[in-house]
């Protein structure tokens, strides 16, 4: 056999070698880049005092949605008698049923929607402060390819209320600032969702401001996925317009603001019989109604999870059947 | 042989996209021209042609075309998980310099005689 009639056997081999490398790198081998991530950089809070106004809106608020709108659209409470958990009843010692939680300063009510053929699951909070609106990585480990589900995480870290966060783990580039802390300054070209220390939410584009400034004006949690929905109680997406690749109909996660402090976060299901799933544009019109004036997609497909009260609210799709995945981060109230 | 990698992957293409959630990659629906356009074309024109490139040309485009493929495919494959990295320059690239170190060897030897 000739000497160079050999190549296309040792390039193929190298091709080969690279490419299981490669997938091994992208899937499988993790890297952790910082560990203990339990640290809050708390002090963005100490300038802001929390207004008479708010908390006396968090005692005096109903429990039913506050949108006009919502009155029109079919929904249904889960069942009350439903068991809740001991260890959160011990703690709290106040309202805690299966579709709603209120301490002196956090209120969160569960309401079930079916719209567009999908079940969608929204939680309407209003806290006494942003500091209650935490983030928390899988194993507390901030790195690649590390992953644990959003109940256990949330469990982990005595969460009320938790949804998937933004899934940094699979991106590159793209800010993280979690719990007033940088862990990623490298901008990506996706939206930056912004939660303020005194209770707003923002969208902005990267590419005005650093992480590090970003925290400086007091931003306590920083997420980039994407896109927005919702800016200044205006859709801010095309009918057509998508995340990445994804195309129309797809469980989503996503995040709004009503006003300062109080959020609403919303799930729904999508790629099973009974739920299509949803556009970014049918969520965006979705939350609207809802009454936000800014929301934000986080990560969806088969990451999207609720969280409520030690169990898992919606039905989470993971190759094709109803089962929870793991995601890098998760947004919780606690 | 090239015909053969380009329905391949596009039968490859086609079946990943199914099973993908309605998620799509461009560069996984059009992986299989790259066999196509770079392979299976030119070498039917040379065969009409009867023009017959030396064995290192065929060996350098055929790695450089497995080199494009194999990178796109990859490429549509985090797309469509909806994930990144950065080795993924490393496949075009070397495909690049394969085809230019085809390419300049095709220029140096344009004789049919070498197989």
Not at chain 1, 8 to 33: E, N
Not at chain 1, 107 to 123: D, F, G, P, R, S
Not at chain 1, 158 to 178: F, P, S, W
Request: hydrophobic content about 35%.
């Amino acid at each position: 056999m000739k000497k160079h009639s050999l190549f296309p056997i040792y390039y193929g081999i190298v091709l080969t070698a690279f490419t299981v490398y490669i997938s091994l790198d992208t899937f499988v081998l993790r890297d952790a880049y910082q560990t203990d991530t339990v640290q809050m950089n708390t002090s963005m809070f100490e300038n802001i005092s929390v207004s008479a106004e708010t908390t006396e809106y968090i005692t005096e608020s109903e429990t039913e949605p506050t949108s006009e709108s919502q009155k029109h659209s079919k929904k249904h409470h889960r069942d009350e008698n439903a068991d809740t958990t001991e260890t959160a009843e011990e703690e709290t010692e106040l309202n805690l049923s299966d579709v709603s939680y209120q301490d002196e300063n956090i209120q969160i009510t569960l309401t079930e929607y079916y719209e567009n053929n999908t079940k969608i699951y929204v939680a309407d909070i209003q806290l006494k402060s942003a500091e209650y609106l935490k983030t928390a990585f899988a194993e507390d480990t901030y790195g690649k390819n590390i992953t644990a589900k959003t109940s256990s995480i949330a469990s982990a870290h005595n969460a009320i209320l938790a949804i998937n966060g933004d899934y940094y783990g699979t991106q590159e580039k793209g800010y993280v600032i979690r719990n007033g802390v940088v862990y990623r300054n490298t901008k990506s070209a996706n939206d930056v969702l912004c939660i303020y220390a005194d209770g707003t939410l923002k969208v902005i584009n990267p590419d005005e401001y650093t992480a590090e400034e970003l925290v400086s004006q007091g931003v306590w949690q920083a997420f980039s996925f994407g896109p927005g929905l919702v800016e200044n109680s205006q859709i801010t997406v095309t009918q057509n317009q998508e995340v990445g690749k994804a195309m129309a109909s797809n469980p989503r996660t996503a995040i709004g603001m009503i006003e300062k402090n109080h959020y609403i976060f919303v799930v729904s299901d999508g790629r099973t019989n009974e739920s299509e799933g949803l556009s970014l544009y049918q969520l965006a019109q979705f939350m609207l109604k809802l009454g936000v004036t800014t929301a934000y997609n986080l990560d969806g497909g088969g990451s999207s999870t609720m969280y409520f009260s030690g169990q898992v609210i919606n039905n989470p799709t993971t190759t094709g059947s109803i089962k929870e995945r793991g995601v890098s981060d998760i947004v919780y109230i606690g | 042989m090239q015909l053969i990698s380009a329905v391949w992957f596009s039968f490859f293409g086609a079946v990943y996209e199914h099973f993908s959630h309605e998620v799509y990659s461009y560069y996984m629906i059009y992986a299989f021209a790259i066999p196509l356009v770079m392979g299976a074309v030119p070498y039917s024109i040379m065969a009409l042609k009867q023009y017959h490139p030396d064995r290192i040309f065929l060996h350098l485009w055929d790695s450089a075309i497995i080199t494009f493929t194999v990178g796109s495919i990859f490429r549509g494959v985090l797309d469509i998980y909806g994930t990144t990295n950065s080795l993924l320059i490393v496949y075009p690239i070397a495909g690049l310099i394969l085809t230019v170190l085809a390419l300049l060897k095709l220029q140096r030897r344009p004789s049919t005689s070498d197989l």
